[in-house]
């Protein structure tokens, strides 16, 4: 095909994937996540200098949220995740972020570290070899790390981490209480977490059929296998058994479907109507010092 064709589909398909903020390479998706993330923890906690880990960093962007942090202030960072990446395309979109930050500097510096410091910082990397798909050489000798594993591989040392934060990930723990313990496990005295879970059913994410609360209305036998279906009410014991402070806690509810209550069945029929509408929790938790 003749370049000028080429062109002509990059430029269309390059505008409509910008356009879509839920698109998982760009930044305006690592600027929302990281941002709500950091927002979340530094009222609880001293960022600059923390050992941070972006828990669940997904398989297109495994650096995004690991990078902003590192350049807002963090000592070293670690993203974790039970799924590979395409390398090549990963610093194709590492560049793209870095590029972001380089142009709008007051959009990406959140810390109490100097402007000067958030610039030297990106300017560690090696910003042509992201560009050519070369992760490695990008990346070079930076404390930033992806870690293909599950959190109970022994790999990852207990009282490793600072600060962990994560989004649409702790719904996929089928046993919550285990992972929940881990995570108390890796955070160090004083470690911040901060957690969004989505608590929806994920069919619904599939296309029609299926609304936010299906799931509900199955049998207390059924299952999956991606998401737990645990409920607001059921999550947080879980967090105070191990002895995590729960710093916030907060619900985010939507409206079920009329004449679904009827339909829900199990341990769900016993719950209020308040706690069965809730689609997500936002969660900030600390480990005390001891």
């Known amino acids: 095909m003749h370049w000028t064709?080429?062109?002509?589909?990059?430029?269309i398909l390059r505008r409509e994937v910008r356009s879509r903020r839920d698109w998982r390479h760009g930044p305006k998706r690592v600027h929302e996540v990281a941002h709500e993330g950091y927002s979340a923890v530094k009222p609880h906690a001293p960022f600059v200098g923390q050992r941070f880990c972006d828990?669940?960093?997904?398989?297109?962007?495994?650096?995004?949220?690991?990078?902003?942090?590192?350049?807002?202030?963090?000592g070293a960072t670690?993203?974790?995740d039970l799924h590979g990446s395409d390398s090549r395309r990963a610093a194709e979109a590492l560049a793209d972020l870095l590029m972001e930050c380089l142009a709008f500097p007051e959009r990406w510096h959140w810390s109490d570290i100097s402007?000067?410091?958030?610039?030297?910082?990106?300017?560690?990397?090696?910003?042509?070899?992201?560009?050519?798909?070369?992760?490695?050489?990008?990346?070079?000798?930076?404390?930033?790390?992806?870690?293909?594993?599950?959190?109970?591989s022994p790999a990852l040392a207990e009282g490793s981490i600072d600060i962990m934060t994560s989004r649409a990930v702790l719904e996929h723990f089928l046993d919550f209480g285990r992972a929940v313990e881990r995570f108390y496990a890796l955070l160090s005295p004083g470690g911040?977490?901060?957690?969004?879970?989505?608590?929806?059913?994920?069919?619904?994410?599939?296309?029609?059929?299926?609304?936010?609360?299906?799931?509900?209305?199955?049998?207390d036998e059924w299952s999956d296998g991606i998401v737990n279906r645990l409920r607001s009410c059921e999550i947080r014991p879980?967090?105070?058994?191990?002895?995590?402070e729960v710093l916030h806690y907060e619900n985010v509810c939507g409206?079920?479907?009329?004449?679904?209550?009827?339909?829900?069945?199990?341990?769900?029929?016993?719950?209020?109507?308040?706690?069965?509408?809730?689609?997500?929790?936002?969660?900030?938790?600390?480990?005390?010092?001891?």
């Open 55 to 74: 828990l669940g960093c997904g398989v297109f962007h495994p650096f995004g949220i690991s990078t902003v942090m590192y350049l807002n202030g963090a």
């Open 192 to 219: 911040i977490a901060s957690h969004v879970i989505d608590v929806v059913d994920h069919r619904a994410y599939e296309g029609p059929g299926h609304h936010y609360w299906s799931f509900l209305a199955e049998g």
């Open 115 to 152: 402007r000067d410091e958030f610039v030297g910082r990106l300017r560690r990397f090696d910003l042509a070899a992201l560009m050519e798909g070369d992760l490695r050489k990008g990346l070079g000798d930076l404390p930033l790390r992806h870690c293909v594993t599950d959190i109970h």
């Open 255 to 290: 409206k079920m479907p009329a004449g679904f209550l009827a339909q829900v069945k199990g341990r769900f029929a016993a719950m209020s109507p308040e706690e069965l509408s809730v689609t997500g929790v936002r969660c900030v938790l600390r480990k005390p010092v001891q």
């Open 238 to 244: 879980h967090f105070e058994r191990v002895g995590f």
């Open 78 to 80: 670690i993203g974790l």
């Open 5 to 11: 064709k080429v062109d002509g589909l990059f430029t």
